[in-house]
């Protein structure tokens, strides 16, 4: 069986070809690069998302050797995202859709992000530290549907980081060159601290939720009174790592399972990997990461969650029924599959 995947969520427009074995055949992609590196204007996003879902398709068809008429099912991320971006990738699925007639399948975002970490680590029931852009959310699966533990209450952590990147002059996103701008004392092992000083930087967790705008707005105004940038790098990814470390090791002391996986687009983080690596080595649990080539919003992530649903059930839309949902949350989805 095979799902062509079509993400659109946010920046990324990506297409991928997967089996239902798990492999990936094909997961191209395209990102948009905003103006003067000052973040995601949604109209725009759009606009690029609509003028490469050609070339992409193309592309993901020719890299996987096969065509559209192979193809058994089209599954497209429904939400949560941005409504503009959503809606271009809705009416593109629409349209292959209908001119191949291929059922739609509905995927969430967040979900696929999980599915495809459980796919490529092994881990069958994990408690997910999921951090995005966009999202930031201490997972585990209880009852059908993957809760919610804890959350962000203000902005995803990726959010978080590129907002500081602006501000700073790193440009968009911001979080791989705050990783590196951490790793000031020259180290080629990002994973390891820096011997740079500690800037006093708010700690915000209120029972298992996380607040980052605070945070932020502390870190750019120490930056902006003269502390080095180098040490306010290093210092916000310790204090909101710390965070995020804290909560999940909570919800794997209240779960009691013994695996912890990371997922979404900070994953590729090394200095969040070994602090979640170090807590989950004191407390007997398992550790993995999602490969990094899955970590950011891909095809890959859709096409292979659109197989599990389809497979469970779920038959999915006929073009005039499909829709998005931009606010459609991880725990809103009953998940009926293994």
């Not at 209120?206 to 707005?217: A, P, Q, R, V, W």
């Not at 807590?279 to 990094?292: D, H, S």
């Not at 038959?315 to 293994?338: H, L, M, S, Y």
Request: with cysteine; proline share 5%; charged share 25%.
């Amino acid at each position: 069986m095979l799902s062509i995947g079509i993400e659109g969520t946010a920046h990324t427009l990506s297409i991928s070809v997967a089996e239902d074995s798990g492999k990936v055949r094909s997961n191209p992609r395209d990102i948009y690069k905003p103006k003067d590196g000052w973040g995601i204007i949604p109209i725009d996003c759009a606009k690029h998302h609509e003028e490469v879902a050609e070339q992409i398709l193309k592309k993901a068809l020719e890299e996987a050797k096969i065509k559209m008429e192979d193809i058994d099912i089209i599954s497209y991320s429904k939400g949560p995202g941005l409504p503009p971006c959503l809606n271009k990738v809705l009416n593109f699925s629409k349209n292959l859709s209908k001119k191949y007639n291929k059922p739609l399948i509905g995927v969430n975002h967040c979900v696929a992000h999980i599915e495809i970490g459980r796919l490529t680590t092994g881990f069958q029931n994990p408690v997910v530290l999921y951090v995005s852009g966009g999202n930031t959310q201490v997972i585990s699966f209880v009852e059908k549907r993957y809760r919610v533990f804890g959350e962000c209450m203000d902005m995803g952590v990726g959010n978080a980081l590129d907002k500081f990147a602006r501000e700073a002059g790193l440009g968009f996103p911001g979080g791989p060159v705050i990783e590196k701008k951490a790793a000031g004392d020259g180290s080629s092992d990002p994973s390891r601290p820096s011997h740079g000083n500690y800037v006093e930087l708010p700690y915000v967790v209120k029972g298992m939720d996380l607040s980052f705008s605070g945070i932020i707005t502390e870190a750019i105004k120490k930056y902006k009174n003269g502390s080095k940038l180098e040490d306010v790098c290093f210092s916000l990814q310790e204090t909101l790592f710390a965070m995020l470390t804290e909560v999940t090791e909570r919800a794997l002391a209240h779960t009691g399972k013994n695996q912890v996986l990371l997922t979404g687009g900070v994953a590729a983080n090394k200095r969040l990997q070994k602090m979640l690596e170090i807590m989950c080595k004191e407390r007997g649990a398992k550790f993995a990461v999602v490969p990094k080539e899955y970590s950011g919003d891909c095809g890959a992530n859709i096409a292979w969650t659109g197989i599990a649903q389809y497979k469970s059930g779920d038959k999915g839309f006929k073009p005039e029924q499909a829709d998005i949902n931009p606010v459609w949350r991880t725990d809103e989805v009953e998940v009926v599959w293994d």
